[in-house]
């Protein structure tokens, strides 16, 4: 069954260092999406992302993050100056349409990225 | 607030029992997903149901929506020691292409 993955499971960094984390979405999904849980929180929402721009994106989705589609299958997300408080883990998720049509498509998501910020 | 919100926040059952968890939310939706969590691990998709939908099944989970209630339930009958996880309720709301997620329920199944 297809699935979307992310490397690295784990990545530890040094606050004000830069870091992106990848994401292959599900093959034919055109929708893509990046969540993080801070550790004992609820998941919450960044960014979405479709035909090569961002739709849409929440107030955590500061100046500091940044989404991109390299090429046709990876999906990244940068941190540029990384802060304790970015200490997470990061999921991808991806659709193979968009929630808000009649048809409500599901968004699966990846096994996550669990980034340390030290 | 659009977020879920789960009761209980913790539910410990035996291994044969059926565990309800039960989902709120505040604003007009258009479908609503519940996930799977594994400590410390991935968001497994376990089933949507689409604000025009009352009830969904699939295996041994039992979705329901009351969008009048704002509310909806998640049923796993016949429990096993495998189902035990965080479950989470996760709402799209109408217009937006995103989901919030709920406070979760650590179900716990005793062999």
């Known amino acids: 069954e297809p699935e979307v993955t992310q490397t690295p499971s784990h990545q530890v960094t040094q606050m004000g260092q830069e870091v992106i984390l990848r994401c292959v979405p599900i093959s034919n999904h055109l929708y893509f999406y990046w969540y993080r849980q801070i550790l004992g929180q609820k998941v919450e929402f960044l960014v979405s992302?479709?035909?090569?721009?961002?739709?849409?994106k929440s107030e955590i989705f500061d100046d500091q993050f940044s989404v991109e589609r390299p090429d046709g299958s990876n999906f990244t997300l940068k941190i540029r100056s990384t802060k304790l408080e970015d200490s997470a883990m990061y999921f991808c998720?991806?659709?193979?349409?968009?929630?808000?049509?009649?048809?409500?498509?599901?968004?699966?998501f990846g096994p996550g990225t669990r980034l340390t910020v030290t | 607030s659009q977020q879920g919100e789960e009761d209980p926040q913790a539910l410990s059952i035996q291994e044969g029992e059926n565990a309800t968890m039960n989902c709120s939310y505040k604003?007009?939706?258009?479908?609503l997903q519940w996930y799977r969590q594994n400590s410390g691990r991935g968001l497994v998709h376990l089933i949507l149901i689409r604000s025009n939908e009352r009830e969904k099944h699939s295996g041994r989970l039992r979705v329901t929506l009351d969008t009048s209630k704002k509310s909806s339930s998640l049923l796993i009958t016949a429990s096993r020691a495998a189902d035990t996880a965080s479950y989470f309720c996760?709402?799209?709301?109408?217009?937006?292409?995103?989901?919030?997620f709920g406070t979760g329920t650590r179900l716990t199944v005793i062999p």
């Open positions: 992302f479709y035909n090569n721009e961002i739709s849409e």
């Open positions: 998720a991806s659709s193979e349409g968009p929630l808000t049509s009649g048809n409500s498509y599901e968004q699966y």
């Open positions: 996760a709402t799209g709301k109408t217009g937006a292409n995103n989901l919030f």
């Open positions: 604003t007009s939706i258009n479908n």
